[in-house]
């Protein structure tokens, strides 16, 4: 068959999205005048992917090539979003595993790899950024070789081609060039896909099957089932099922298939081709949908369980409902179960009072969640995350992660002090250029909460960190409070400049003179343990005399403006991040200082065995 699948998988920010770019200008997908060929990261559509720079959402495309059509899966990076790998990898007949020149193989390198040799896919491998200043591509290939030897199931795996490339000016070269400015194209790695990449087994005799793999919508087609045709052929107006309803039938509307980044009408789409049908609804992701002779499943790829839940509940603040278009415990649980059609990852469980209990792979896979029902209009409120254990054997087990960090040698005692506070254990020190070194460590989640944020801080966001889930053990010791106390606004109010001068000789502020504050809401970070109160809508007593000091500063900007990934991590276990379309604010659970006193009293609730 003239049809190459691959998945393009890599560790985040290795350069997949940019290759993929190169592939798709140089095979003319678009005309020289289009925009597209001024455009980078042309496959991240979705807004935050702009933003951050990473991909969330597994993305489909085709190129043609000699006569060949070559389907394009783009899967996410981050270890957060491994669920996208899972899903989709089951589509593809081969993987270009694309590996940073400088840093090598990392953790999300292993897991992705793993996976795709589970499924017997052909791998080439792809040495890319070989023009940075610190590129180790000798020992890079080394270390890619050792990767191999340890993941291979059968001889057969270890022998895949090996490609080196500037993913940013688009060209690939099949032995290492020496010279990186030296000019080229992608055909090396175009002609290695259709050398070393097998076409999809021809099954196109028997009845229609096919695994759901991914779901779109469109508002006059409706729900669009995605994926590939494992035998027969997918026609407009035949009649199918679903493994999870055989009960229903369905008529096929329309059938589609991709030519570039989009979808085409084709009327029919054979086996070993990527599909994208519409005329059903309520069907799944790893579903099987089938014609009514055959009504087998095919097997579903498991995905990982989820290490890490928040609360979500209404908004319950004094600012509560001013804010968002949706606001309710109802709006918010549909949302949820809505997400739960294409968030694989995610697990949704209800709470008493409208609150919900959502379980993901990381802080940012959550993060990413909560910052895209913003953005549509919702408000609610989140408690501090906490790790999901799992009872084995009678004990409670706790994930555990493998953390990898290279950072200026300088700071190699900022990092063993702050992960062994953090309880780390450390498995590997090493020096990777004459001014850096990196670290390996095995630590427990629950530390890695806010762990980011401060060894960028530590080190003046210096450091390259990433983790990726190792096992679980035993839980461990409690561990230290990791930040100092709150500064807590007493009253109702605007704040002003003047009370706002006065915290910052006793911390730092997270406001503005003029924003609206409420009795319970957290202002600022105090220097000192404890918590502290401060009426932060107190103006300057007025008098008759006149000093240059009277004309003081009236307006400055916060110490810290918080990102929503701070907010989560600044949390304790008795505060609160209140979420709006335009506002974080956090707060106190117990808004007065005489109800977080009486709590404080309270002896712990009893506990039934």
């Not at 759901?212 to 087609?221: A, F, I, Y």
């Given at each position: 068959m003239n049809i190459r699948n691959i998945a393009v998988i890599a560790h985040v920010d290795h350069g997949k999205t940019t290759l993929v770019d190169a592939l798709l200008k140089q095979t003319h997908v678009f005309r020289e005048n289009q925009p597209e060929m001024l455009q980078e990261q042309i496959l991240d559509s979705g807004a935050l992917e702009r933003e951050r720079g990473i991909t969330i959402m597994a993305?489909?495309?085709?190129?043609?090539?000699?006569?060949?059509?070559?389907?394009?899966?783009?899967?996410?990076?981050?270890?957060?979003?491994?669920?996208?790998?899972?899903?989709?990898?089951?589509?593809?007949?081969?993987?270009?595993?694309?590996?940073?020149?400088?840093?090598?193989?990392?953790?999300?390198?292993?897991?992705?790899?793993?996976?795709?040799?589970?499924?017997?896919?052909?791998?080439?491998?792809?040495?890319?950024?070989?023009?940075?200043?610190?590129?180790?591509?000798?020992?890079?290939?080394?270390?890619?070789?050792?990767?191999?030897?340890?993941?291979?199931?059968?001889?057969?795996?270890?022998?895949?081609?090996?490609?080196?490339?500037?993913?940013?000016?688009?060209?690939?070269?099949?032995?290492?060039?020496?010279?990186?400015?030296?000019?080229?194209?992608?055909?090396?790695?175009?002609?290695?896909?259709?050398?070393?990449?097998?076409?999809?087994?021809?099954?196109?005799?028997?009845?229609?099957?096919?695994l759901?793999?991914?779901?779109?919508?469109?508002?006059?087609?409706g729900q669009i089932i995605i994926g590939r045709v494992y035998r027969g052929i997918a026609q407009t107006g035949m009649k199918f099922k679903s493994s999870a309803h055989p009960e229903k039938t369905w008529t096929a509307q329309r059938i589609m298939t991709w030519q570039g980044l989009a979808k085409i009408n084709s009327g029919q789409v054979p086996a070993g081709d990527l599909a994208a049908l519409s005329g059903a609804a309520g069907v799944k992701i790893g579903e099987t949908i089938f014609d009514q002779t055959d009504q087998t499943p095919l097997p579903v790829n498991p995905i990982g369980d989820p290490i890490i839940h928040i609360t979500i509940g209404p908004n319950t603040s004094p600012f509560a409902g001013r804010e968002?278009?949706?606001?309710?415990?109802?709006?918010?649980?549909?949302?949820?179960?809505?997400?739960?059609?294409?968030?694989?990852?995610?697990?949704?469980?209800?709470?008493?009072?409208?609150?919900?209990?959502?379980?993901?792979?990381?802080?940012?896979?959550?993060?990413?969640?909560?910052?895209?029902?913003?953005?549509?209009?919702?408000?609610?409120?989140?408690?501090?995350?906490?790790?999901?254990?799992?009872?084995?054997?009678?004990?409670?087990?706790?994930?555990?992660?493998?953390?990898?960090?290279?950072?200026?040698?300088?700071?190699?005692?900022?990092?063993?002090?702050?992960?062994?506070?953090?309880?780390?254990?450390?498995?590997?020190?090493?020096?990777?250029?004459?001014?850096?070194?990196?670290?390996?460590?095995?630590?427990?989640?629950?530390?890695?909460?806010?762990?980011?944020?401060?060894?960028?801080?530590?080190?003046?966001?210096?450091?390259?960190?990433?983790?990726?889930?190792?096992?679980?053990?035993?839980?461990?010791?409690?561990?230290?409070?990791?930040?100092?106390g709150a500064i807590i606004s007493l009253t109702n109010g605007k704040s002003v400049a003047y009370s706002l001068k006065i915290i910052k000789g006793r911390g730092i502020t997270f406001i503005r003179p003029g924003e609206r504050v409420y009795q319970g809401m957290i202002i600022g970070q105090n220097s000192q343990e404890t918590d502290m109160e401060i009426n932060v809508c107190k103006e300057k007593n007025l008098t008759n005399h006149r000093t240059k000091a009277h004309q003081g500063i009236t307006d400055f900007a916060p110490d810290v403006d918080m990102s929503l990934e701070q907010s989560l991590d600044f949390l304790e276990p008795d505060e609160l991040l209140e979420i709006t379309p335009l506002s974080l604010r956090l707060r106190k659970k117990l808004l007065t200082d005489v109800d977080r006193r009486r709590d404080r009293r309270q002896p712990p609730p009893l506990m039934l065995q």
């Open positions: 993305k489909h495309c085709s190129i043609t090539y000699n006569g060949v059509k070559i389907n394009i899966i783009d899967t996410p990076g981050h270890a957060d979003f491994s669920g996208e790998v899972e899903r989709t990898l089951g589509m593809a007949d081969g993987a270009l595993l694309i590996i940073d020149a400088q840093e090598g193989p990392m953790p999300q390198t292993r897991f992705v790899l793993r996976k795709a040799l589970e499924l017997g896919l052909k791998i080439i491998v792809v040495i890319n950024k070989i023009d940075k200043r610190l590129a180790r591509i000798d020992e890079s290939v080394k270390r890619v070789g050792d990767l191999f030897l340890e993941l291979a199931s059968n001889e057969s795996q270890l022998d895949f081609p090996l490609l080196y490339s500037v993913g940013r000016n688009g060209t690939v070269f099949a032995q290492n060039p020496g010279d990186w400015e030296t000019s080229g194209t992608v055909k090396p790695l175009l002609d290695a896909i259709l050398a070393f990449v097998p076409p999809p087994p021809n099954r196109i005799s028997g009845p229609f099957k096919m759901v793999s991914s779901l779109d919508r469109d508002d006059h087609l968002g278009k949706f606001t309710t415990g109802r709006q918010i649980g549909a949302r949820l179960n809505k997400e739960l059609e294409t968030n694989l990852s995610l697990r949704v469980e209800e709470l008493p009072g409208g609150k919900f209990k959502v379980s993901g792979r990381g802080e940012l896979h959550l993060s990413i969640l909560l910052e895209t029902l913003r953005r549509e209009g919702y408000e609610m409120e989140v408690a501090k995350p906490e790790v999901v254990t799992k009872i084995t054997d009678g004990v409670d087990q706790e994930p555990v992660e493998e953390v990898d960090i290279i950072v200026p040698a300088q700071y190699t005692g900022v990092i063993n002090q702050e992960m062994g506070r953090r309880l780390g254990n450390l498995v590997k020190m090493a020096p990777v250029s004459d001014t850096e070194t990196e670290f390996i460590y095995h630590i427990p989640t629950r530390a890695l909460i806010g762990l980011r944020n401060q060894l960028l801080t530590l080190t003046q966001g210096t450091l390259v960190i990433n983790s990726q889930i190792f096992g679980f053990q035993p839980a461990g010791k409690p561990l230290p409070k990791f930040r100092s």
